[in-house]
């Protein structure tokens, strides 16, 4: 699976920077402790290290087709790149790849730091896994572009199902914009269905827009909650809540047992107020512990449950094909905001007609006509 000398991560990428010590020290051959070398014929030899080429697309495709892990995290360095370059030939793989994804279970996890989505994760995961099935967990955070913090956390915290053989942890893409992120997101999650992966968990900390975002590209969502002390819905969010398809109450082990079994109550006593996230399904809340792994098989159970009544209904794919459309949406918005702030000539007249209207020379109105006609002549 792994190349003999390749000691990076499979998630790390293909061209070392440095800000990540990809590369481990070779050890000496022998005598630094006191041993002498091993007999050459006694050890095999190691084969040569190739240099890394850059694959072809069919080889992008058949590799991740084939389940071949270092293809299918090549392909997502591939899919996550900004190069234009490489944009072009991911968008050939993606198309080629298209034909075998979808069948998946797509289920977004949030919850606020804290809250137990990686401890959750790991146990949730390594259960499906001891199931038959395969996990590919994903995640939206831009926020860690900048730290980078979570990365390396997570992967320890998640140690276990890392280690699954059946399991596929990638950590979230780097990104300056939310949109950014979310596209290289969507499009990994593609790739991971096309290697047959087949429930997608896509974590978002629970902060900001990315809620909103991760909402968009699952089935089914998650929201990981905890008792606080005192209020329950303290810094509760009707918005976030009415994201939600069921809504699961962890922590609830030992002392905070009872407590969660309230909260559970007070939590259900709202949601009956709340307009639900999917028609025809009923959104309720539920406690268990990642730590004990008590009430980790039923939250599977209620998934499995949610995609037979939504798929029976329709509601399920009717909902991914709007997802699709939406996303579609987006990235027209994207692609044209960026071809217009990036356009040489309304660089140029930008800042004139800022200074025009903060200076109530011209109206708002008058500025953005004159913008508009700058870019749109461009070519002319
Ligand atoms: N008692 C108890 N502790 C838990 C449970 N789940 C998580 N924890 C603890 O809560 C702390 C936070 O858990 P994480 O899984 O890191 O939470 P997170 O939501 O991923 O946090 P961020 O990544 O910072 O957003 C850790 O110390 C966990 O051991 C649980 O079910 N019971
Ligand atoms: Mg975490």
């Known amino acids: 699976m792994n190349e003999p000398h390749d000691r990076k991560p499979e998630w790390a990428q293909d061209q070392p920077s440095e800000k990540f010590a990809s590369r481990v020290r070779q050890g000496v051959d022998g ?12 050890v095999p030899a190691l084969p040569s290290v190739p240099r890394r080429r850059r694959l072809t697309t069919e080889e992008y495709v058949q590799g991740v087709i084939a389940q071949n892990r270092t293809v299918l995290a090549q392909t997502i360095t591939l899919v996550e790149s900004n190069a234009s370059l490489h944009r072009d030939q991911a968008q050939e793989v993606l198309t080629k790849l298209l034909p075998h994804t ?11 730091p804290g809250a137990g989505k990686s401890t959750f994760i790991e ?13 590919a967990v994903l ?4 926020s860690s572009s900048v730290t980078r913090g979570s990365i390396l956390g ?5 140690e276990q199902l890392s280690r699954n053989p059946h399991a596929f942890v990638r950590p979230s893409p780097a990104g300056t914009t939310l949109g950014g992120v979310a596209r290289k997101t969507r499009e990994t999650m593609l790739v991971c269905e096309a290697a047959g992966f087949d429930v997608i968990l896509v974590e978002t900390v629970g902060v900001g827009q990315s809620e909103i975002t991760v909402r968009s590209m699952v089935d089914f969502f ?4 905890i008792t606080g002390a005192g209020d329950e819905l303290q810094g509760m969010k009707k918005g976030v809540m009415e994201l939600a398809d069921a809504i699961l109450i962890n922590k609830a082990d030992g002392d905070n047992r009872q407590r969660a079994l309230n909260a559970q109550v007070e939590f259900n006593r709202i949601l009956h107020f709340l307009k639900p996230a999917t028609e025809g399904w009923e959104t309720k809340a539920y406690i268990c512990s990642a730590l004990t792994g008590e009430g980790i098989q039923e939250v599977w159970s209620l998934i499995d449950s949610f995609r037979q009544t939504t798929v029976a209904g329709g509601g399920f794919g009717l909902r991914r094909q709007r997802q699709s459309l939406a996303w579609m949406h987006t990235m027209i918005q994207d692609y044209l905001q960026s071809s217009f702030f990036n356009d040489k000539n309304v660089k140029e007249v930008l800042p004139i007609m800022e200074q025009a209207v903060s200076l109530g020379q011209i109206s708002v109105s008058q500025a953005v006509d004159q913008l508009i006609k700058t870019y749109q002549n461009k070519e002319k």
């Open 123 to 135: 146990s949730f995961g390594t259960y499906l896994c001891s199931q038959g099935h395969r996990v």
């Open 154 to 158: 997570d992967k320890t915290r998640m």
């Open 139 to 142: 995640a939206v955070d831009p």
């Open 222 to 225: 998650l929201l990981l909650q």
């Open 102 to 112: 979808g069948n998946s279970i797509r289920i977004g996890i949030t919850g606020v």
């Open 31 to 42: 005598k630094h402790d006191g041993m002498e070398c091993a007999d050459d014929d006694s």
